[in-house]
C-alpha cells in the first residue's frame, strides 16, 4: 500500500470513499473508485464512519440518500442519455490536502457524479454524455441533501395557415385580472379563447406529456388578419417533456381539423431554429392582400395612377403605430414598400391591393397613413381617407429555412 496514503489516515481522520479517492488510477479515473472492499485490511481498519470523515464531512455517503426518491422520478421519463451535475458547499472538498501527501485525488464533484451516474447508467440502460443530454440530473448537497431533473425541451419546426379572425399568435393575459383567472375570462386567465399557440401545441403536449410550452413565430399577424398561403415559420418548444419519442402524425390532423388553424411540414428541430426564424423574421418579404376602403369614390385615372405608384419601390417612415404605441417604443422606421398592385375592384369606394413588403413593415398604416405617423400612405395618394378593412398575409418568406 502507499505509504503516502498511511500518513494520509495517521494525519487525518478517512472514510473509505475519501481514501479510494487518493488511490484511484488512471485507467479508472472515468469511473471512480468503487470497490471498496479491495482496501489493503491496514488501511480498511483505520477507516472512519462517512459521518466521522474530516475531508469530505460526509457527503459522498449521504448524497446517495436521495436514490431512493431519484430513480422512481426517473422512471416516469424516457431519456437515453443522460448527465450529472454536483453542487457542493463552498466549505467542502479538500483537494488541497492529497496535494500535501502527493496523491492524485478525484474530486469529491466527480466522485458523487459518478456515483450516481454509474447507478443511472445501470438501472436504466443509458448513456452517460457530456453535451446535448437528454436529462440533467443535478445532486444539490449545500444545505440539505436533494435533487433536481433538468429535461431538454423539444422543438418542432413547421408553417401555420391561420384561418380565421380574431385569434392572436400567443397567449394574452386577461386585461381584467392579469392572468390569475377571473370570471370575465371564465377562469383561463387569458383574453383570448383560443390562439394559435394554444391549438397547435396541445395534441404536442398531450403526446410527451408536458404542460409547458412555448410558441416561437417568425414574425406576427393582427389579431384580425388571416395567414394564409404556405403559412408562417414556427418553431414550438415543448418543456419538460416525460416523453421524448412518439408519432405525431394524429397531432397535425387534430390541429388542421380545427378549421381556425393549419400546420404544415412538421418536423423535429434543435434550438437554434428559434434564433434563426427570430433573426430571419425583420429581413423576410411579405406579400399581403388588404382591403382598401376611401371615404370618397375614386375614377378609373385615380385608380390607374395609384396602380403605377406602385410599380417602383417606395421608402416608408413609418412613427411607432398609435395602436400599439402602448407597448412598443416610440420609433421612427425605416421600412420598404417593394410593389403593390390593384387585383380587384370591389366597388367605387373599394379595392383590394396586393402589397409585397419588407418585414416589420405597417400596412394598416400604410394604407391609412396614421395621421401622419406613416408618410406616404395610400391615403396621401388618393388625397383623400383610405381604411385598411381587412387584411390578408398571403406569403413569408421562409428564407430557405425549409
Given at each position: 500500500m502507499n505509504p503516502k496514503i498511511n500518513q494520509l489516515t495517521d494525519d487525518y481522520k478517512c472514510c473509505k470513499r475519501c481514501i479510494g479517492r487518493g488511490i484511484y488510477s488512471e485507467i479508472e479515473k472515468n469511473i471512480g473508485f468503487t470497490n471498496y472492499n479491495e482496501l489493503h485490511d491496514s488501511i480498511k481498519n483505520k477507516t472512519v464512519d462517512h459521518d466521522e470523515c474530516e475531508i469530505c464531512m460526509g457527503l459522498i455517503d449521504n448524497s446517495l440518500q436521495v436514490i431512493d426518491r431519484l430513480f422512481p422520478a426517473l422512471n416516469?421519463?424516457?431519456?437515453?442519455?443522460?448527465?450529472?451535475?454536483?453542487?457542493?458547499p463552498g466549505n467542502i472538498d479538500n483537494e488541497l490536502l492529497y496535494t500535501k501527501y502527493g496523491l492524485q485525488v478525484?474530486?469529491?464533484?466527480?466522485?458523487?457524479?459518478?456515483?450516481?451516474?454509474?447507478?443511472?447508467?445501470?438501472?436504466?440502460?443509458?448513456?452517460?454524455?457530456?453535451?446535448?443530454?437528454?436529462?440533467?440530473?443535478?445532486?444539490?448537497?449545500?444545505?440539505?441533501?436533494?435533487?433536481?431533473?433538468?429535461?431538454?425541451?423539444?422543438?418542432?419546426?413547421?408553417?401555420?395557415?391561420?384561418?380565421?379572425?380574431?385569434?392572436?399568435?400567443?397567449?394574452?393575459?386577461?386585461?381584467?385580472?392579469?392572468?390569475?383567472?377571473?370570471?370575465?375570462?371564465?377562469?383561463?386567465?387569458?383574453?383570448?379563447?383560443?390562439?394559435?399557440?394554444?391549438?397547435?401545441?396541445?395534441?404536442?403536449?398531450?403526446?410527451?406529456?408536458?404542460?409547458?410550452?412555448?410558441?416561437?413565430?417568425?414574425?406576427?399577424?393582427?389579431i384580425d388578419a388571416l395567414m394564409l398561403g404556405t403559412g408562417r415559420p414556427f418553431v414550438l418548444e415543448i418543456k419538460n417533456p416525460a416523453q421524448r419519442s412518439f408519432d405525431f402524425t394524429d397531432a397535425i390532423n387534430s390541429i388542421n381539423n380545427t378549421g381556425k388553424v393549419r400546420v404544415s411540414d412538421v418536423r423535429i428541430c434543435d434550438k437554434s431554429y428559434i434564433k434563426l426564424i427570430k433573426?430571419?423574421?425583420?429581413?423576410?418579404?411579405?406579400?399581403?392582400?388588404?382591403?382598401?376602403?376611401?371615404?370618397?369614390?375614386?375614377?378609373?385615372?385615380?385608380?390607374?395612377?395609384?396602380?403605377?405608384?406602385?410599380?417602383?419601390?417606395?421608402?416608408l417612415k413609418q412613427r411607432t403605430p398609435q395602436r400599439v404605441s402602448h407597448r412598443r417604443a416610440d420609433l421612427i422606421r425605416d421600412k420598404k414598400i417593394f410593389s403593390y398592385r390593384i387585383i380587384e375592384i370591389i366597388d367605387e369606394v373599394s379595392f383590394i391591393l396586393e402589397i409585397h413588403a419588407q418585414g416589420g413593415a405597417y400596412i394598416k398604416e400604410f394604407i391609412s397613413g396614421d395621421n401622419g405617423r406613416t408618410i406616404p400612405s395610400i391615403s396621401e395618394f388618393m388625397n383623400c381617407e383610405a381604411t385598411c378593412t381587412a387584411l390578408d398575409v398571403i406569403k413569408v418568406d421562409d428564407k430557405g429555412i425549409f
Open positions: 416516469k421519463l424516457e431519456f437515453k442519455k443522460f448527465l450529472v451535475g454536483v453542487k457542493l478525484l474530486s469529491v464533484k466527480q466522485t458523487v457524479a459518478n456515483e450516481f451516474g454509474i447507478r443511472i447508467k445501470d438501472k436504466f440502460e443509458c448513456e452517460i454524455v457530456k453535451e446535448d443530454p437528454d436529462i440533467t440530473v443535478i445532486i444539490d448537497l449545500q444545505k440539505k441533501t436533494r435533487y433536481d431533473i433538468q429535461i431538454k425541451s423539444l422543438y418542432f419546426l413547421g408553417k401555420y395557415q391561420k384561418l380565421v379572425r380574431g385569434i392572436p399568435q400567443t397567449k394574452w393575459p386577461c386585461s381584467g385580472c392579469k392572468g390569475r383567472g377571473c370570471f370575465e375570462c371564465e377562469n383561463t386567465g387569458q383574453q383570448y379563447k383560443f390562439t394559435v399557440e394554444g391549438i397547435v401545441s396541445e395534441p404536442f403536449k398531450k403526446l410527451a406529456v408536458s404542460n409547458f410550452s412555448s410558441f416561437h413565430g417568425a414574425g406576427r399577424e393582427d433573426s430571419s423574421s425583420p429581413d423576410a418579404s411579405k406579400v399581403y392582400h388588404a382591403t382598401v376602403t376611401l371615404s370618397k369614390s375614386a375614377n378609373e385615372d385615380e385608380l390607374n395612377n395609384l396602380d403605377m405608384l406602385g410599380n417602383q419601390t417606395i421608402c
